[in-house]
């Protein structure tokens, strides 16, 4: 395996545009800010790698598709019934 101490991961939309260039060997790097449920196809965004000494790019490889996780429902009817040291909480 390649010696990456020196590389970042560089995200690109599969139009060209950078999305996000990761940090210095960490070798993880987050695409942000879609909609939870958003379907994203094998091949809407793609990775290189990047060397910071030489600012050289690797060739493209397509990111496997994947669905950004949507948050649970937000809670109904919350109640609150006071206690000795606080209250108790219940949400349906």
């Not at 949507?70 to 219940?90: L, M, Y």
Request: hydrophobic residues 35%; without cysteine; aromatic residues 4%.
């Amino acid at each position: 395996m390649a010696d990456r101490t020196n590389d970042t991961e560089v995200i690109y939309k599969k139009d060209g545009t950078k999305v996000v260039e990761g940090e210095k060997g960490s070798l993880t790097t987050a695409i942000t800010g879609l909609a939870g449920g958003t379907v994203v196809a094998t091949g809407d965004y793609q990775i290189a790698f990047k060397d910071s000494v030489t600012g050289l790019e690797s060739d493209k490889v397509d990111i496997p598709g994947f669905t950004v996780e949507s948050a649970p429902e937000q809670p109904a009817d919350v109640k609150t019934a006071p206690t000795d040291d606080g209250a108790k909480v219940t949400a349906g």
